[in-house]
């Protein structure tokens, strides 16, 4: 985790295990950035965040399925949900998301 607000991190530097859960890579009073990685075929059902949050694919490309719409996220897109909105993805390729929470 980055505690040093000044630190560089770079996004694609992935370990050859990492799991496809978020990895929590800045977290202070206002906001935390999480990194998900996404082997392709990957789907995360269904699920809402308890807050306002940002999605953007850093690489690779996913089905982000929000309010009964499907929307092909690719590397550049980004996504704004608001809290308790429910919604589920499918990486079509190998990919890295980058989830920003409010707190």
Known sequence: MNTNATELIDLLQ????AEPKPSLLILN????????VLPAGKTIPE??????ITVQCVSG???F???GETHHMTTGKLLHLE???????????????????AK
């Open 83 to 101: 809290p308790g909105e429910l919604h589920a993805l499918t990486a079509i390729e190998a990919s890295v998301m980058l989830v920003t929470m």
């Open 29 to 36: 009073d206002s906001f935390k950035v999480m990194r998900l």
């Open 47 to 52: 699920h809402k965040a308890p807050k306002e």
């Open 65 to 67: 399925t929000t309010k």
């Open 14 to 17: 992935i370990a050859p295990d």
């Open 61 to 63: 490309s996913v089905d």
